[in-house]
C-alpha cells in the first residue's frame, strides 16, 4: 500500500504507516505508555484514513464536556457509542481551566484528562480541538475575560505579543497533559485540530496559525495528527489552512453534500473527505423563537454524505452556554449566545433520547456495524412541587461587603478584575436636576439606573442609550451593570470589554467622582467563597421594599432521604422577571422567561442532596410577589424551551441580530 505525504498539496513531512492490530487498552485507570507502535495518518491513493495500518473512517459526535456534569460523562458517552459513533469530538474551553491568571482548574467537573480516559474505556477515539479559540456558542469564544484586564486592547488570534505570551504559557500548561493521550502512546486522542474555523476571522495572518502548529509539534511530537477546520468557501479556507495540517469542513443540511466537498477538494485534491461539524439542530436566542431542524431531512443528508464515504462529526447535544452554568443565555446583539440550542439534538441536554437520535443511529447502521449493547435509558426526572422565597438584601444593603474603587471616571470591569457577573457603579450628584437627559452611550450590556431606590430605567446595549431623571443635589445615582457574556464570534472579539465604557452625561455634563462595586465573590472560581457570600446576601435584614431594586430571594425545599430517589429536575421561572439562580449555592444559570424561549433551567441531581435544599434568586428587574402574595419557584419533571416570546420582539431581535 503506497502511502502519501502528509497532507495532500500541504504536505511536507513523510508519514510511514506501521502495521499494527493491537488495541488501546486502560489498565488501573491509567494510559499505558509502553506501546509504541500505534499510528494514524492518511491513505492519499484510496481516500482514506489509516488507523493502524488499516483503512478508516470516523463517525463522530461532539459533547462538550464542559457543558455536562462529570456525575453523567459515561452516560452521554455510552448513548452516543450505541448510537453506532466510533468517535467524540469536543472543544477545550481555555476560560473553564484557567478562570484566573494563574489559577488552573483540571478536577471535578474540569477534569479533562478524566473524560478522555472515560471515553476510551466506552470505546470511543477522540478528537480535541484545543484552540486556543473555540467559539462554541461559549463565553467569549473560549478565551478568558482576564486577557481583555491590559494596558491596551489586544489584537486576538494575531500575533500580537502579549497576546501570544499568554497563549504560550496555556499551551505550556495544557499540551503536555494531552501528549500521553495521544493514539501513538496507547491513548484515545487520534486528531487535533489548530484554532477553529480561523478562515472566517478578519485577521488571515498565516504566522499566527503556523506559530500555533509550532506550539503543538513542540509539545506533541512530529507524528499528532493536526488539522483545520473551515467553511465550505474558498475564501474561508484559504485563510484557515496551512502545510502540515489536514484541511478540513464543515457544513449543514445538505441534498448534495459532493457539491459541499468540492471546496475541501481545492485544498485536499486527495485524502478522506471530512466535514467536521455536521450540524443536527441549530442555536436558540434569547427572544427569538426555538429553532429546530428538521429530523428525516437531517437523517437523508447525513445518509448522503456517508455514502459518499465521507467522515463526519455531527453536535449531539450541548446544553446552555454561560461560562460556569449549565444553562442561561449571555446576549450579545453581534452573536446573541444560546439560551439551549439541545432540545432539538439527538440528545437533549439531560441525556434524554430523541427521535433523532434513532434516525441517525439507523442511518449509521447501514455503513457499520452497531455495537451489541443495549442503548442506556433516559433518566429519570422529579417533580418536586414549589418553593416559597421570601426577600433578603438588595445590593444597596451589601455595599459594604463589597470591595469599593474610587476613581474620577467609570472603569470597566476587567480593569477592576471583574471578568463576568455584575458591577455597581455609585455618583454623588452635586447639583438637582429636573426631568435632565442622563446618557449612557457605552454600557454594557444592561444598565440599570436607580436615583438611590427608585428606578429611573435601564440602559441596553446597541438600544437605549438615555433616559430622563429627577434627582437632589446629594442624592446617589446607582447603576448596577449586567455583563450578559463577552462576544463569542466575529470581528468584535477585540472590543469586549464589559461595564461603563465611556463617561455618563446628565444635562450634557460628564459625571465625575465615581465608586465602583464589583461582585467578586460571584465569579471566584473558589466555591467556597461563593457561598459564604450568598449566605450573607439572604441574611442581611433589607431596608429597602422596592421589588424593582435588584435583590436577592432566598428559600428551601425538600427531596427524599433516599438518594437514589432524587432525580434531575426543571426549575420554571415564568413568573419571575430576570435574573440568576443558585441550587445550594451552585451557580444554575440565568432565566429570563418572558424573553424566552427557555422559561424551565434544567438542574441536574448532583446540584441537590437528600432533605433539605437551598434556592437563592438574584432578581434583577422585578419580583412577582409582595407581603400578601408570596414569591414561588416550581420544580418540574419536563423543559419549556419554547415558551416567552411575542412577535414584536423577535421582529425586532431579528434585526438586531441581522445588523449585528
Known amino acids: 500500500m503506497e502511502i502519501s505525504k502528509w497532507s495532500g498539496l500541504h504536505g511536507l513531512v513523510p508519514f510511514v504507516i506501521l502495521l499494527c492490530c493491537l488495541t488501546p487498552s486502560l489498565q488501573a485507570n491509567s494510559i499505558s505508555n509502553k506501546v509504541k507502535n500505534y499510528t494514524f495518518g492518511v491513505d492519499y491513493e484510496r481516500n482514506t484514513f489509516v488507523k493502524d495500518g488499516k483503512p478508516f473512517r470516523y463517525v463522530s459526535g461532539s459533547m462538550h464536556y464542559f457543558r455536562t456534569p462529570k456525575y453523567y460523562w459515561t452516560d452521554r458517552l455510552q448513548k452516543m457509542y450505541a448510537a453506532g459513533l466510533n468517535a467524540v469530538q469536543t472543544y477545550i474551553a481555555w476560560n473553564y481551566h484557567e478562570p484566573l ?10 477534569d479533562l484528562v478524566g473524560f478522555i480516559k472515560i471515553a476510551q474505556e466506552v470505546g470511543l477515539n477522540v478528537i480535541l480541538r484545543p484552540g486556543p479559540y473555540i467559539d462554541a456558542e461559549w463565553e467569549f469564544g473560549g478565551f478568558p475575560g482576564w486577557l481583555l484586564n491590559s494596558t491596551r486592547k489586544l489584537r486576538l488570534r494575531t500575533m500580537d505579543p502579549e497576546y501570544i505570551q499568554h497563549i504560550d504559557k496555556w499551551f505550556d500548561k495544557l499540551l503536555p497533559m494531552l501528549k500521553p493521550l495521544l493514539h501513538e502512546n496507547g491513548g484515545p486522542i487520534i486528531m487535533l485540530q489548530v484554532e477553529n474555523e480561523y478562515g472566517s476571522y478578519f485577521e488571515c495572518n498565516h504566522d499566527y496559525i503556523r506559530h500555533l502548529e509550532h506550539k503543538f509539534r513542540e509539545h506533541l511530537g512530529p507524528n499528532a495528527f493536526l488539522f483545520t477546520t473551515d467553511g465550505d468557501g474558498d475564501g474561508y479556507m484559504k485563510c484557515g489552512t496551512l502545510q502540515g495540517m489536514y484541511a478540513t469542513c464543515d457544513f449543514g443540511l445538505t441534498m448534495d453534500p459532493a457539491k459541499n466537498f468540492k471546496v475541501q477538494r481545492h485544498f485536499e485534491p486527495k485524502g478522506p473527505l471530512v466535514n467536521s461539524e455536521f450540524y443536527t439542530g441549530w442555536l436558540d436566542n434569547w427572544g427569538l423563537t426555538h429553532h429546530t431542524v428538521d429530523a428525516q431531512q437531517f437523517a437523508k443528508s447525513l445518509d448522503l454524505i456517508l455514502k459518499l464515504g465521507a467522515n463526519v462529526n455531527m453536535y449531539m447535544f450541548e446544553g446552555g452556554s454561560d461560562f460556569g452554568f449549565w444553562n442561561g443565555a449571555n ?17 437533549t441536554e439531560a441525556g434524554d433520547i430523541t427521535k433523532k437520535y434513532h434516525l441517525i443511529r439507523n442511518v449509521i447502521a447501514k455503513y457499520r456495524d452497531l455495537p451489541q449493547k443495549p442503548i442506556p435509558p433516559s433518566v429519570p426526572k422529579g417533580s418536586y412541587g414549589g418553593a416559597f422565597l421570601r426577600k433578603g ?49 457605552v454600557v454594557r450590556d444592561r444598565g440599570y439606573v436607580f436615583v438611590d431606590e427608585e428606578k429611573m430605567g435601564v440602559f441596553k ?28 464570534f466575529g470581528n468584535t472579539i477585540n472590543d469586549n ?12 455634563q460628564n459625571l465625575t467622582d465615581w465608586e465602583m462595586y464589583p461582585f467578586y465573590d460571584l465569579q471566584n472560581p473558589n ?55 443558585f441550587v445550594n449555592y451552585h451557580n444554575l444559570g440565568r432565566y429570563w ?29 422585578k419580583a412577582p410577589c409582595n407581603m400578601s402574595s408570596p414569591c414561588l419557584v416550581r420544580f418540574m419533571d419536563q423543559p419549556l424551551i419554547d415558551g416567552g416570546v411575542t412577535v414584536t420582539e423577535h421582529e425586532q431581535l431579528s434585526v438586531e441580530v441581522k445588523h449585528g
Open 331 to 347: 446576549f450579545s446583539p453581534y452573536r446573541p449566545n444560546p439560551t439551549s440550542y439541545d432540545y432539538d439534538a439527538p440528545l
Open 593 to 621: 422567561p418572558k424573553k424566552g424561549p427557555q422559561v424551565r433551567l434544567y438542574v441536574p441531581k448532583t446540584f441537590l442532596k437528600p432533605g433539605q435544599n437551598s434556592i437563592i434568586l438574584f432578581e434583577l428587574e
Open 101 to 110: 491568571p494563574g489559577v488552573y482548574r483540571f478536577s471535578g467537573d474540569q
Open 461 to 488: 446595549r446597541e438600544k437605549t442609550f438615555t433616559m430622563n431623571i429627577t434627582a437632589k443635589s446629594g442624592q446617589y445615582l446607582n447603576i448596577l451593570v449586567e455583563n450578559q457574556g463577552h462576544v463569542t
Open 497 to 508: 470589554r464589559k461595564g461603563i465604557l465611556q463617561n455618563i452625561s446628565i444635562a450634557k
Open 393 to 441: 438584601a438588595s445590593i444597596l444593603d451589601l455595599l459594604p461587603e463589597f470591595q469599593r474603587t474610587i476613581s474620577q471616571y467609570p472603569i470597566f470591569m476587567e480593569r477592576l478584575g471583574l471578568y463576568f457577573g455584575f458591577t455597581l457603579y455609585r455618583h454623588k450628584l452635586k447639583k438637582s436636576v429636573v426631568n435632565a437627559a442622563l446618557v449612557g452611550k
Open 527 to 581: 466555591f467556597t467563597s461563593q457561598m459564604l457570600f450568598l449566605k450573607k446576601a439572604i441574611t442581611f435584614p433589607s431596608k429597602f421594599t422596592s421589588l424593582e431594586l435588584p435583590s436577592f430571594y432566598y428559600g428551601t425545599f425538600n427531596l427524599p432521604p433516599d438518594e437514589d430517589k432524587i432525580y434531575d429536575t426543571y426549575i420554571d421561572m415564568k413568573d419571575w422577571t430576570k435574573g440568576q439562580i
